[in-house]
């Protein structure tokens, strides 16, 4: 296997300044290692991708299970999100570490500035994907109150 040397990070939005500062996972509840204040990052830009469109302020909400066959099994509860842009930021390994719950995350609990950002069309990644059931539409609703 290669040597990673970038990680990625996935926002609906446009950084403001030059560096991505640490924030607490939104999943802190169920995945207690979100807890930390870091800048979370992965090695898969398909899941950096998924991250930013399920970030959008108009998302109702997302899930993202294991992978089947290296692919990603993500759904979107509500409508794809209406902005047209999302960013990923390519970030230098060198203060990641992995974390212990997913082989595929990285968190630096110091402020990171982007090597390279790249501001993609949102409707070109919808394919990564899929729509929930309304039978999962239901389920997620009821156990997160929304």
């Given at each position: 296997?290669?040597?990673?040397?970038?990680?990625?990070?996935?926002?609906?939005?446009?950084?403001?300044?030059?560096?991505?500062?640490?924030?607490?996972?939104?999943?802190?509840?169920?995945?207690?290692?979100?807890?930390?204040?870091?800048?979370?990052?992965?090695?898969?830009?398909?899941?950096?991708?998924?991250?930013?469109?399920?970030?959008?302020?108009?998302?109702?909400?997302?899930?993202?299970?294991?992978?089947?066959?290296?692919?990603?099994?993500?759904?979107?509860?509500?409508?794809?999100?209406?902005?047209?842009?999302?960013?990923?930021?390519?970030?230098?390994?060198?203060?990641f570490k992995q974390t212990q719950?997913?082989?595929?995350?990285?968190?630096?609990?110091?402020?990171?500035?982007?090597?390279?950002?790249?501001?993609?069309?949102?409707?070109?990644?919808?394919?990564?994907?899929?729509?929930?059931?309304?039978?999962?539409?239901?389920?997620?609703?009821?156990?997160?109150?929304?």
């Open positions: 296997m290669d040597k990673l040397t970038i990680l990625y990070h996935g926002s609906p939005n446009k950084l403001i300044g030059d560096k991505l500062n640490p924030s607490q996972g939104d999943d802190s509840d169920e995945r207690p290692e979100n807890k930390q204040l870091g800048v979370y990052a992965t090695d898969r830009k398909d899941l950096a991708i998924v991250m930013a469109i399920l970030g959008c302020e108009d998302v109702m909400g997302g899930s993202i299970d294991e992978y089947q066959q290296g692919k990603l099994n993500a759904r979107i509860y509500g409508n794809y999100p209406k902005q047209e842009y999302i960013y990923v930021y390519h970030l230098p390994i060198k203060t719950i997913d082989k595929h995350q990285f968190v630096s609990l110091v402020a990171i500035k982007p090597i390279k950002t790249e501001k993609l069309k949102v409707k070109d990644y919808t394919h990564l994907i899929r729509k929930a059931t309304k039978k999962e539409t239901d389920y997620w609703i009821k156990k997160y109150n929304k």
